[in-house]
């Protein structure tokens, strides 16, 4: 089984997809795949359809969504003709008051993105740069859009969308963490400059991004970045930027202009925001 929710939602089995064309069996199959291999109360998937309002043939209504995923779940076994469970309750499975979709090993791509970013992450806190830009990288590529893009969201999956969207941002942070430990900031401007217009209000994408412009010999769009930054965030929360942003500015100011591309220390940042700036600029 090939299981995808990093993106537009994709369950394939045998090489046939097995996802339904109306919106609540959609719903359920998505849970049912952030889960794969879990069993998945039926009341939490009747929580999911229908938040706290469950109707009295909540129960029943789940029971025939589930039968109709496996319905497709034999077609699809007929049609692919390929080894493995020798019907559709081997792949959906009933079991102690809920289902379990078994993935029988398959390719789940948060499973390979949870994998690779987490060799990433390791690679960060040794110190090595390229395979951590590597690993992270790989792990980003997965993405093929906000997770499960075209289900309509319950409940659960809107936590579990905002959830992966924070994942997701925390390996960003780290990749181009080490991208800029590798002196790849001219290569970053490009990305950095979708990615602070998207964000507005993240502070670590900001702090990156003035970095980058500072490495780049242009200090005055960096300082312009962060006062654009700041006016934001007073605009729509009454917040100043943090100390660790603070500082960082304050680095950028007290600095002789730098060539372009001087190699210089960089600054730590996590998916939290900037913790440490490391002399960015040889002004402690």
Request: with cysteine; net charge positive.
């Amino acid at each position: 089984m090939e299981i995808r929710m990093l993106g537009a939602l994709g369950v394939r089995l045998c090489g046939v997809s097995v996802v339904p064309s109306a919106p609540k069996p959609r719903q359920v199959l998505a849970l049912l795949a952030l889960r794969a291999d879990q069993v998945v109360p039926a009341a939490v998937l009747a929580e999911e359809l229908w938040s706290e309002r469950p109707p009295r043939s909540a129960r029943t209504t789940v029971q025939t969504y589930v039968l109709q995923l496996r319905d497709l779940i034999d077609r699809a076994l007929v049609q692919g003709g390929g080894p493995g469970a020798s019907c559709a309750k081997d792949v959906l499975v009933t079991s102690a008051g809920g289902y379990m979709l078994n993935s029988g090993g398959g390719l789940v791509d948060l499973q390979e993105f949870d994998r690779l970013a987490g060799q990433g992450y390791r690679a960060m806190d040794v110190g090595d740069f390229p395979l951590a830009a590597c690993q992270l990288g790989e792990a980003l590529a997965l993405w093929r859009g906000p997770a499960f893009a075209d289900i309509k969201l319950g409940s659960q999956l809107v936590l579990e969308a905002r959830r992966l969207e924070e994942t997701r941002l925390c390996a960003l942070d780290q990749r181009i963490e080490a991208d800029l430990r590798l002196g790849r900031h001219r290569v970053l401007l490009a990305e950095l400059t979708v990615l602070v217009d998207r964000y507005r209000t993240h502070e670590s994408l900001y702090g990156q991004y003035m970095i980058a412009l500072q490495r780049s010999g242009r200090r005055g769009e960096a300082l312009e970045a962060y006062q654009r930054l700041r006016n934001t965030l007073v605009r729509e929360s009454g917040m100043e930027p943090s100390a660790a942003l603070r500082r960082l500015r304050r680095s950028i100011l007290l600095a002789a202009p730098e060539r372009p591309d001087q190699e210089q220390p960089g600054a730590l940042v996590d998916g939290l925001g900037v913790r440490t700036v490391a002399r960015l600029t040889g002004v402690g």
